[in-house]
Structures are given as C-alpha cells and as structure tokens.
C-alpha cells in the first residue's frame, strides 16, 4: 500500500466517493466515484466508513472515501 498508493496518485488514476458524516453510519450504499465508477459499498455493523478509507486497491486505479464536513 505504502508503495503502490503514492505511484496511482502521482498518475492521476485515484478516484474519491463522496459521503455525507450521516450517511457513514449506513451498512449499504451505492455511491458513484468522480470518475464515474459505480460503487457498492456492503460493511459489517462492527466497521465504519471513515475520510481517507480505501474502498479499492488495484494495480492500475485505487477509489478513497472523503467524507463532507459537518454543519
């Protein structure tokens, strides 16, 4: 990760999802990345979602959560 993570940024292949602070609490969500890539996020009631969360790690593209600030 540490390696691989910094090389997919640096290539401009890392897309982010965009979530509300309410919607972490939710064990299913269907989101889309800035990229356009279609996301099913399925969680355990033990896990949360939280900004910086790496939903997907592969050789080529990687998709990381952010998280809207609160109001």
Avoid: N
């Amino acid at each position: 990760f540490r390696r691989r993570f910094p090389r997919l940024s640096h290539q401009g292949v890392v897309g982010y999802v965009v979530i509300e602070q309410k919607d972490t609490l939710r064990r299913l969500l269907r989101i889309q990345s800035d990229f356009g890539t279609e996301c099913l996020v399925a969680l355990p009631r033990s896990q949360t979602l939280s900004d910086g969360a790496v939903l997907l790690l592969e050789e080529d593209r990687a998709i990381v959560v952010r998280l809207t600030a609160e109001e």
